[in-house]
């Protein structure tokens, strides 16, 4: 979020593994938004046995902008 805040522009951000959302921030001048994509790993791969034990899991998905950037949707990969 505060990414957006400090740019006043819209943005995704992508590879954070358990953030997957879409946040909106409006001023007088304008209405902007930042979308988190989530990730695109194998949770079950050797690589990413370090987590095995955090309480929050990756969420794997991916985003799409439509409408000249000015409509953001999140579609999950359900697994």
């Not at 902007?32 to 990413?48: H, L, R, S």
Request: one cysteine or more; a positive charge; charged letters at 20%.
């Amino acid at each position: 979020m505060q990414a957006i805040l400090n740019s006043r522009t819209n943005l995704v951000m992508g590879h954070y593994h358990t953030k997957f959302e879409i946040v909106y921030s409006a001023s007088k001048k304008d209405l902007i938004w930042g979308m988190f994509v989530g990730c695109g790993i194998d949770p079950n791969k050797y690589a990413f046995g370090y987590a095995k034990n955090h309480v929050k899991r990756p969420i794997l998905g991916c985003g799409v902008v439509l409408d000249d950037g000015r409509l953001p949707i999140l579609e999950p990969m359900l697994m």
